[in-house]
Each structure stands twice: as C-alpha cells, then as structure tokens.
C-alpha cells in the first residue's frame, strides 16, 4: 500500500529555521512532480515550491532566497529547508506528489497529512 508521510513541522521564533520531510513508500515511483503547499487558518491553499524529478524548481514569490526545495528520488522524498521565518509562515504545510508507478503506465497522486509550522515570539 502507498503511503505518503511527513515529518519536520513545529514552532519556530522568528528568524528560526525549520526542515520538513515528505516521503512516499509502499512501491516503486520513477519521476515525477513533488511540491510544498500551505494554507494558513482563513486563507487559501497556496503553492510554496515544487520541483520535477529533474531537479527543475520553482518558488513562491514570498519564500524565494529563504525556502529551498530538493528531493531524493531513490528514496521518493521531497524536503523544504525554510530559513529566516516569519510569523507569516505559519500554516499548515503539505506536500503533494504526482509520480509514476514504475512499469504501470499509471501515477500516483496524493497529499500528505500536513504538518503544523508556528513562527512566533
């Protein structure tokens, strides 16, 4: 069975630093999109980074130079480093993942279960 786990969320105060993890296991996934989403308590979900199975990224205006989205393909696993937090960061954060399953021809889509990031004094 596919799973899809994160890790890596908790409080922060301003300035602080924090590493989340997200990693899917229960087959085997050759390329794909991952990506970071976040969604603060009133607020719409909103992309953060994402990055291709090539290594290609993209950030959101509002984390770039302090967000920094890699991955692992041998173990499937997306990471955010988030530098120099704001209290404005604070969401939920979760990943999403569009990968194929490895001789399938089908993909496999899902979201993690989101983990809780606070930034504040």
């Known amino acids: 069975q596919v799973q899809l786990v994160e890790s890596g969320g908790g409080w922060v105060q301003p300035g602080g630093s924090l590493r989340l993890s997200c990693t899917a296991s229960g087959s085997t996934f050759t390329g794909g999109f991952m990506a970071w989403y976040r969604q603060a308590p009133e607020k719409q979900r909103e992309l953060v980074a994402s990055i291709t199975s090539g290594g290609i990224t993209y950030y959101s205006d509002f984390v770039r130079g302090r967000f920094t989205i890699s991955r692992d393909n041998a173990k499937t696993a997306v990471f955010l480093q988030m530098n120099n937090l704001k209290p404005e960061d604070t969401a939920v954060y979760s990943c999403?993942?569009?990968?194929?399953?490895?001789?399938?021809?089908?993909?496999?889509?899902?979201w993690g279960q989101g983990t809780q990031v606070t930034v504040s004094s």
């Open positions: 999403y993942v569009d990968l194929e399953l490895a001789g399938t021809g089908k993909r496999y889509r899902d």
